[in-house]
């Protein structure tokens, strides 16, 4: 085989050079056409039609105790705050792209994950739309929610971004964005479903509608987000844990809310002026019925010297219908350890190695949720009557 | 003898404004000039159009070059590391891809002089009738 394609080109130039000598000099001209035509499409394909870029995070953490925030115990592995993913962009015509990402993450055995399986089309330079998976914009950070590299902290604060766990949808969006003299306005509206096993339940989301818009000068940027949707909650661990009590529950026990309608709302702003990065949002989720209705806040600043940008986070989180949870799943187990309310605080920073690579390393104390540890062990806060934790971190996030 | 010394003397003075200066360049065929904010939010993402409407296909050069350095010190006020944080943040929420980077001034020229709605910058010394200057930041 390998002999045939080298002895062809040859017999063609033999037979070539005898028959048609006269045309040499067009001949080898088209050929140098088509030769450039070719390397052009080669080149064309390389650059722009298919682009794969990729992100990492491992590292360490570690917690004083077994309160579990965060997921975090006194015994945790690498691998729990390991990720790859990778993403293709494939653009189909200069208007339209396929956007693919695919996760690996440690504490899931590293079975990816399809995160992003989009089309966009970009009509106008000022109208983007969307359909197929993508992520739930709930907050400021929520599409880059595990691009590490790209967050100023070792992992985002979790008053805001721990109380809900869907991260995903499926369905379309609409982003238009106005460009002023110096500033953008961008509204965005989506629609669509979600069907997601999160680490302490299985959620769906029935008719999803919701809303962000957001105003940047490039220097401040203002944000609100408005979401509805019919909600079902399916308590995963809490009947993981009862079972490995050896509690049976009868059937329904888990099940927190039943096509039940919750709304979701947010605002938060960020500055940035290369030296200081000031971010802060606000959230309330809302659903009917016994399942959780939580405040939450948190404003965090950071300062950048050099390579090193050391942060300060505080963070408050709360649920607000306490007193509609007063019946209980079984007899020894009432509805209000669902409740939630706790005070954090971060101190850390992210020490830009190499453009592409950066170490965080965070300290965060948790306190403030001995009489309503929702989120956390419940069972092992209320038995051995702890009233606080400290997580530490050491991350390493790179991008390429 | 005097004249030689002359041109030493005018070349000498005309060095620094010609040796080190960053210019933003366009294709023949684009606008003939841009202002410094429609570069910036072309080089940020921020718009995909050149002041006529063509798509804008902008350009860079590698991480750690002196020229780039310059360019996004006026233009971006971001250093390489935000820079990479910035598009990281982008490319992973499928907002954009960061711009073709080049190797050199010469690569650099000759894709800006090959592409119809290509923007790119280098210094001023390397500017030829191949491309046009489009702003001095």
Redesign the interface.
């Known amino acids: 085989m390998k002999t045939y394609f080298r002895v062809a080109p040859l017999a063609l130039a033999i037979s070539a050079g005898g028959a048609v000598a006269q045309s040499n000099d067009e001949a080898v001209a088209q050929m140098q056409q088509q030769l450039n035509s070719m390397q052009q499409q080669l080149n064309s394909v390389k650059?722009d039609r298919v682009?794969f870029?990729g992100?990492f995070s491992t590292g360490y953490s570690r917690a004083s105790n077994d309160v579990g925030f965060t997921g975090v115990s006194e015994d945790s592995s690498v691998g729990d705050q390991s990720l790859l993913?990778l993403?293709g962009?494939f653009d189909v015509t200069?208007k339209s792209?396929a956007?693919m990402?695919l996760v690996g993450r440690g504490y899931e055995d590293w079975e990816p994950v399809i995160e992003?399986a989009?089309l966009?089309h970009?009509p106008t330079?000022n109208l983007q739309l969307?359909a197929g998976k993508?992520?739930l914009p709930f907050f400021m950070y929520s599409?880059?929610l595990e691009?590490g590299?790209?967050q100023p902290w070792a992992r985002p604060p979790q008053s805001v971004y721990g109380p809900i766990e869907s991260t995903s949808y499926v369905g379309a969006d609409a982003t238009y964005t106005i460009?002023l003299?110096?500033s953008?306005i961008t509204t965005q509206a989506f629609t669509g479903f979600n069907d997601q096993n999160t680490r302490s339940a299985t959620t769906e989301f029935r008719n999803l509608i919701g809303s962000t818009v957001s105003w940047t000068d490039?220097l401040w940027t203002v944000r609100a987000v408005a979401v509805t949707t019919e909600a079902t909650v399916e308590a995963t661990r809490l009947a993981e844990r009862a079972a490995s009590f050896g509690i049976q529950l009868p059937p329904g026990t888990t099940t927190l809310a039943d096509s039940d309608r919750a709304n979701f709302f947010g605002v938060g702003f960020s500055y940035d002026d290369?030296t200081w990065q000031v971010i802060s949002e606000v959230t309330r989720s809302e659903v009917d019925g016994r399942f959780t209705d939580t405040d939450s806040a948190y404003i965090s600043a950071g300062r950048r010297f050099g390579?090193w940008t050391p942060y300060l986070a505080i963070g408050w989180s709360e649920t607000q219908d306490d007193d509609e949870r007063t019946g209980e799943f079984l007899p020894t187990v009432p509805e209000a350890i669902l409740n939630t309310r706790r005070d954090e605080y971060s101190v850390g920073t992210r020490w830009?190695i190499?453009?592409?690579v950066?170490i965080k390393m965070d300290v965060t104390h948790v306190r403030g949720f001995e009489d309503a540890p929702g989120g956390l062990n419940q069972d092992y806060v209320l038995v051995n009557e702890k009233n606080s934790t400290n997580v530490y971190t050491l991350k390493l996030d790179s991008?390429f | 003898m005097s004249k030689y010394s002359l041109t030493l003397l005018a070349s000498l003075l005309a060095s620094p404004i010609a040796m080190a200066e960053v210019v933003v360049i366009g294709h023949t065929a684009g606008p003939d000039s841009i202002t410094q904010n429609q570069v910036r939010d072309i080089y940020l993402n921020r718009s995909q159009e050149l002041p006529d409407g063509q798509k804008a296909k902008a350009f860079e050069l590698p991480e750690g070059n002196g020229t780039r350095g310059e360019f996004h010190g006026k233009v971006t006020g971001r250093n390489d590391a935000q820079l990479k944080a910035f598009w990281s943040q982008q490319v992973f929420t499928g907002r954009g891809q960061p711009p073709e980077e080049h190797a050199n001034a010469a690569a650099m020229k000759a894709t800006v002089a090959s592409t119809p709605g290509a923007i790119g910058y280098i210094d001023s010394a390397d500017v030829d009738s191949s491309v046009k200057v489009i702003l001095t930041p």
Do not use: H, I
Request: aromatic share 14%.
């Open positions: 650059n682009r870029n992100f993913a993403q962009t200069e792209q956007v990402q992003w989009y966009s970009r330079n969307r993508m992520r599409d880059s691009v590299y790209s460009n003299d110096n953008a490039y290369g390579s830009d190499t453009p592409g950066a991008a």
